[in-house]
């Protein structure tokens, strides 16, 4: 596979994921700051300064918005097409991608996208000001959905669906890390374990918790669900089995080459997991595994890069202006 | 209210009706399907497909935003009798055309022997200096064709121009007839049409005969220029239908005087580039240095014949607009046949005598650059205002190499549902002729234009043009024959005698009822 196609594939999965992850968040920390937080002012300390610390950088976000509330953090992951973390910019950044790998994707798939960037211009200022951001949220993850659906549909295990998959689940398994980093020490704290809805973030996710331990939200029993359920689609455990299979694919279908960096790095990570859940489960001890994971995880995705996208060099300035020019007659 | 309702043939060539609510045969029963749709539902089914158009991606890029591509689902029947005539044609150009370019990169009998002056071949925009003395794999030149066809006052098919290096279009043929199916299946109804689904497939042969010598299973790419592209959708669309990589130029690298694709797992060497990139920008050690959308080394992989460009470098040269005055001279010099298809009376404001007739007359040609495409750097005579033929007056005396002129034809016409209704546009037609290693192949049909507004004239999707389903039928509609040129059009064409009277040549019809295809 072109080295350029497989970072197109692999970015375009890793802001699709990252647009129904936002969508996701938002609308359950919509429904938590009404839900809990509407009449004794604490919802822009309970739910919305760490939703920016989950999804973005809280540094950069106070730069540009006073404080973090409903409209300036819906307005940033949401619909800001100048902040790169938003929804609005990562499913522009996805078409964009999947525009340049059109004829690798199923015409079903490259349209479900399509569809999906098309959404946050569905949604002016007007509209959100009417309906509110619970409607927009929900479309875009029912668009994520339909696009997963599709692609489990239409795509054939092949190349592309491997990088794909790596792109997903880096991200799923890194914006999942983040959230229980931030979460657990203030719910721990908390006599009331509510805030956990925010990292399920979906009631079906909630369900499958039930499932499982059959027990109400407690922090330590979310955050193990959280990071070590291999059997839990969200989980961190589950992101890393998903990413260490990708791989092998890859290396087997001779896409990479054989052992490569990104598998023993990936190995190591599920290891420290693994690890990490025979130790102590203090606040204390899930931050810093939390921590460990990230880096680990920005490692693996380095090792990718370095192995397989290499060859695909960034378009230099002035390439559009002359592919714009060239004479289709 | 019919959809029909104040439709009128206004004294054009009318591709659907012989005459003010008389269809043509091979229409009859299109119009008697469509009549049984509730003209609501018709216009309603019309709308579907261009909002499917646009959440589908078949667009075109102009000014950097992207618009679907207009469609009418009302589709041009061409009947197959009349079609055969115009394959032959079609086949008998390319060929000619093809053996043009060898002759003028190799031995140049062409020129020695007067057929055409050295003068305009070495300065043709298209023309690749580097590329003489180079032989492609297997000889061809061109794989890749798209000649514009459209139909005079009296029905007569003439070829309006030749388009040799990026052809665009073949995709749409393919879409529309999908979207057609799905949209308009009573239009199928008791029709033999001739499919158009395996043109990809007709294209991937013709690119793999291609391949140098020795290459067997050829690895066969599609170069685009990017997403930018006015017609990237194109380029993504035939290679997922062929079933091959698209690339850019930064996915190819030469090593060792072969070209390869960078891949996740190392090199892969390529054998055949079906390229939508202009000759200059293909590489930038040989050609236009500051291109960043070619590969270095590419030219030295053509001149060795260690990989196949299609349509070859140079092929530009053929579809310069000068040149086209001497094409049925080519045919008659290479293949040794008379000309099968008309074209439009030309004239070449280089030589004095006629670049006399030219400004002289100029309300009454169609004035273009040699090297224009895309509608762009053209005056239509009768449209034009005193300004604008100053204007080009001024730019024919300084630069008459750089410009040609020819009669206005008055292009055939043919309804277009626009805001609930059919009314009459201009159209021209299309064809895509695909050569390999074996004889040319003509895809049924081919994509039928539409001028969308209103007294216009342009029918480029560039320039707000549209497009039709075009259907070779079984059968004859009753349609004007192909008539075989007309000797004067081609002595008009090829020689500086006195240039006709416009008027009489144009039938004596007033300005408005003529059109010019660009």
Redesign the interface.
């Known amino acids: 596979?072109?080295?350029?196609?497989?970072h197109a594939l692999f970015a375009l999965a890793h802001d699709l994921e990252r647009a129904e992850g936002l969508a996701r968040l938002l609308e359950t920390g919509h429904a938590l700051a009404l839900e809990s937080h509407a009449a004794d002012g604490r919802a822009s300390e309970a739910v919305w300064e760490p939703l920016v610390a989950v999804a973005g950088d809280p540094e950069e976000f106070h730069r540009t918005h006073l404080r973090a509330d409903a409209r300036s953090v819906s307005w940033a992951f949401a619909f800001d097409i100048e902040d790169p973390t938003s929804i609005a910019a990562a499913l522009t950044r996805a078409r964009?991608n999947a525009?340049?790998?059109?004829?690798?994707l199923p015409?079903e798939v490259?349209?479900a996208i399509?569809?999906a960037a098309?959404e946050p211009g569905r949604w002016p200022p007007k509209r959100v000001a009417r309906e509110g951001v619970y409607p927009f949220c929900r479309d875009i993850r029912r668009a994520g959905h339909q696009i997963a659906g599709v692609m489990d549909h239409a795509m054939r295990r092949d190349?592309a669906w491997e990088f794909m998959c790596l792109g997903r689940f880096l991200e799923r398994a890194d914006f999942t890390v983040r959230m229980v980093a931030v979460r657990y020490g203030s719910a721990s704290a908390s006599p009331d374990g509510g805030t956990w809805t925010m990292p399920v973030g979906h009631p079906v996710a909630d369900e499958a918790r039930l499932l499982i331990d059959g027990v109400g939200i407690a922090p330590e029993t979310m955050s193990r669900l959280l990071m070590l359920d291999e059997g839990s689609p969200r989980s961190v455990a589950f992101g890393m089995l998903q990413l260490e299979r990708a791989i092998m694919r890859?290396a087997d279908m001779?896409?990479?080459?054989p052992d490569p960096p990104a598998l023993t790095l990936a190995r190591a990570a599920r290891g420290m997991l693994a690890e990490g859940a025979g130790g102590s489960w203090a606040p204390a001890d899930v931050d810093a595994l939390g921590e460990r994971m990230i880096a680990r995880l920005g490692s693996i995705a380095q090792a990718i890069a370095d192995?397989?996208?290499l060859?695909?060099?960034d378009?230099?300035i002035?390439?559009?202006?002359?592919?714009?020019r060239?004479?289709?007659? | 209210m019919s959809l029909f309702t104040g439709y009128r043939v206004d004294g054009f060539f009318d591709e659907t009706f012989e005459a003010d609510g008389v269809p043509r045969g091979g229409y009859r029963r299109l119009l008697d399907g469509l009549g049984r749709i509730a003209p609501d539902a018709f216009a309603e089914r019309s709308a579907a497909v261009g909002r499917a158009y646009l959440s589908q991606g078949i667009t075109y890029s102009h000014g950097g935003t992207e618009h679907a591509f207009p469609f009418d689902l009302l589709p041009r029947l061409i009947p197959a009798d009349e079609w055969a005539v115009l394959e032959r044609g079609l086949a008998q150009r390319v060929k000619a055309l093809d053996r043009t370019l060898a002759d003028i990169y190799g031995p140049g009998r062409a020129v020695a022997d007067g057929v055409i002056p050295n003068s305009l071949v070495v300065t043709c925009a298209g023309y690749v200096r580097q590329m003489m003395g180079v032989e492609p794999p297997g000889g061809r030149w061109i794989h890749m064709s798209g000649i514009d066809l459209v139909r005079d006052g009296q029905g007569v098919w003439r070829v309006l121009e030749d388009n040799l290096r990026s052809p665009s279009g073949l995709s749409y043929v393919v879409q529309n007839r999908a979207f057609m199916r799905r949209a308009f299946p009573e239009a199928f109804t008791d029709q033999s049409v001739s499919p158009v689904g395996h043109a990809p497939r007709m294209l991937l042969s013709a690119l793999r005969g291609a391949a140098p010598e020795g290459r067997t299973t050829p690895r066969v790419v599609v170069l685009t220029p990017g997403p930018a592209n006015a017609a990237y959708y194109e380029h993504a669309f035939l290679a997922q239908q062929m079933g091959i990589p698209l690339v850019e130029g930064r996915d190819l690298m030469v090593r060792e005087r072969r070209v390869y694709l960078r891949t996740t797992a190392g090199r892969e060497r390529v054998d055949v580039i079906y390229r939508r990139v202009d000759d200059s920008f293909l590489d930038p050690a040989s050609l236009r240095a500051d291109s960043m959308l070619g590969v270095p080394g590419l030219m030295q992989c053509c001149r060795d014949g260690s990989v196949a460009v299609c349509n070859a470098i140079g092929t530009g040269v053929a579809d310069d607009k000068a040149l086209y005055a001497y094409v049925p001279d080519l045919i008659r010099y290479h293949l040794g046949e008379e000309p099968i298809l008309a074209q439009v009376p030309t004239y070449l404001p280089e030589r004095q005598d006629e670049r006399e007739h030219v400004l002289a007359n100029m309300s009454d040609l169609v004035v273009k650059a040699v090297d224009g495409a895309g509608g762009v750097g053209i005056l239509i005579g009768p449209h034009s205002t005193p300004d604008e033929r100053r204007d080009f007056a001024r730019r024919v005396i300084e630069n008459p190499r750089g410009y040609i002129a020819q009669e206005t034809i008055s292009l055939s016409r043919a309804p277009v549902l626009l805001d609930g209704r059919f009314r009459a546009r201009h159209v021209d037609l299309r064809p895509f002729v695909l050569y390999g290693d074996g004889e040319p192949m003509v895809v049924p049909g081919g994509l039928t234009r539409v001028a969308l507004r209103e007294g216009s004239l342009v029918v480029n999707s560039s320039q707000g043009g549209g497009s039709k389903d075009t259907w070779v039928v079984g059968e004859g509609s009753g349609h004007a024959p192909v008539a075989a040129p007309a000797d004067e059009d081609l002595e008009v064409a090829t020689s500086a005698a006195t240039p006709p009277d416009p008027v009489a040549a144009a039938g004596g019809a007033p300005a408005e009822r003529y059109a010019e295809a660009i």
């Open positions: 596979m072109l080295a350029r196609v497989a964009a525009m340049s790998v059109r004829d690798t015409t490259w349209e399509n569809g098309m190349e890859l001779g896409s990479i080459a192995s397989c996208f060859a695909a060099h378009a230099p002035g390439r559009h202006a002359q592919a714009s060239q004479a289709q007659n």
